[in-house]
């Protein structure tokens, strides 16, 4: 183990190295794979979607003992806000050749356009982490925490601002493992579709 400063002028002993736990995590709160496919049925100018991870390094709370293993992982989403806002659009631009591109030509490495509308996303992680303690008895114990995130989608840009959407979160994985016996990095993978109201 190598000591590290971690934050705050806190020392934490961690693992010098990543690892798999020889032990399985349960994890619960993630969308069943088999099924994630049929999330998106509508016709595309109806269903937008983005997708996109939160990593995190969680502390065991100071009343709580040390980490032996991880047991289980349970995950859910609270979605507390959306609205359309506007935003810039490429206008183009004009290569050494001369020729001007237009802007709805110049998407980005994801081959999304600029539309000048875009769907903001707020929403709170909850997880509950549960794990043995490090003490001959190693009973149960369990932190619980909420992470906040904000997403985006790009829509059409003659959307109102005012227009509202139904949003679906889905958990498409979740990740854990303990740095050292305080703390635990998780990983969780997020998939939301948003539909149009009409």
């Not at 032990?23 to 049925?41: C, W």
């Not at 969680?58 to 991880?70: F, G, H, R, T």
């Not at 810039?88 to 004009?94: E, H």
């Not at 114990?141 to 005012?162: K, M, Q, R, W, Y």
Request: glycine residues 6%; hydrophobic residues 35%; charged residues 15%.
């Amino acid at each position: 183990m190598s000591n590290c400063d971690y934050t705050a002028n806190t020392g934490y002993n961690f693992f010098s190295k990543c690892y798999t736990q020889a032990g399985h995590i349960n994890t619960v709160g993630a969308y069943p794979q088999n099924k994630i496919g049929k999330a998106l049925t509508c016709p595309q100018n109806i269903d937008k979607w983005t997708e996109f991870f939160i990593p995190e390094v969680v502390d065991i709370p100071v009343q709580k003992p040390d980490i032996e293993a991880l047991v289980e992982v349970h995950s859910c989403i609270e979605i507390i806000s959306q609205r359309v806002v506007k935003t810039p659009t490429v206008t183009g631009y004009t290569p050494p050749a001369g020729t001007p591109i237009l802007g709805q030509n110049i998407p980005n490495g994801e081959c999304t356009n600029l539309t000048g509308r875009k769907l903001v996303i707020e929403g709170l992680l909850k997880q509950k982490v549960i794990y043995t303690a490090l003490t001959d008895e190693q009973p149960l114990h369990s932190a619980n925490h909420t992470v906040p995130f904000s997403a985006f989608i790009i829509i059409e840009g003659d959307t109102p601002l005012s227009q509202k959407f139904n949003i679906t979160p889905y958990i498409e994985d979740i990740f854990a493992y303990n740095l050292s016996e305080r703390n635990i990095f998780k990983n969780t993978t997020i998939f939301i579709k948003a539909s149009r109201i009409c």
